[in-house]
């Protein structure tokens, strides 16, 4: 079971952190990744941290959130994290955590267990 938590409603130039809880599951055999989905758009990448044991740095970001969101991952908290600052009102979207074996994949179908997603509404 994956939880997302920490969106909200905040003003253009503003912060918040996602968090991406994970039960029930070995977190560090999984690949995590970020999507997020606006209304009338399809899902998109956002953002992807390797698993443990392959490089639990390596971290891949979607061109439009590149130095403005870092992800992270706390093993020992089976948690993972989404910061994102000089958030824009084009972020707007529910933001989903995915669970996967392909190290920093774009694609959502490679993709195991998704959260169930948490609101970003950015206001201008």
């Known amino acids: 079971q994956l939880v997302e938590s920490g969106g909200g409603l905040v003003q253009a130039g503003g912060s918040l952190r996602l968090s991406c809880a994970a039960s029930?599951?070995?977190?560090?055999?999984?690949?995590v990744g970020w999507f997020r989905q606006a209304p009338g758009r399809e899902r998109e990448f956002v953002a992807a941290?390797?698993?443990?044991?392959?490089?639990?740095?390596?971290?891949y970001y979607e061109d439009s959130v590149k130095g403005r969101f870092s992800i992270s991952r706390d093993n020992a908290k089976n948690t993972v994290y989404l910061q994102m600052n000089s958030l824009k009102p084009e972020d707007t979207a529910v933001y989903y955590c995915?669970?996967?074996?392909?190290?920093?994949?774009?694609?959502?179908?490679?993709?195991?267990?998704w959260g169930q997603g948490t609101q970003v509404t950015v206001s201008s």
């Open positions: 941290i390797n698993r443990r044991a392959w490089s639990g740095t390596d971290t």
């Open positions: 995915a669970l996967g074996f392909t190290a920093g994949s774009r694609w959502s179908r490679d993709y195991e267990y």
């Open positions: 029930g599951r070995t977190f560090t055999y999984y690949a």
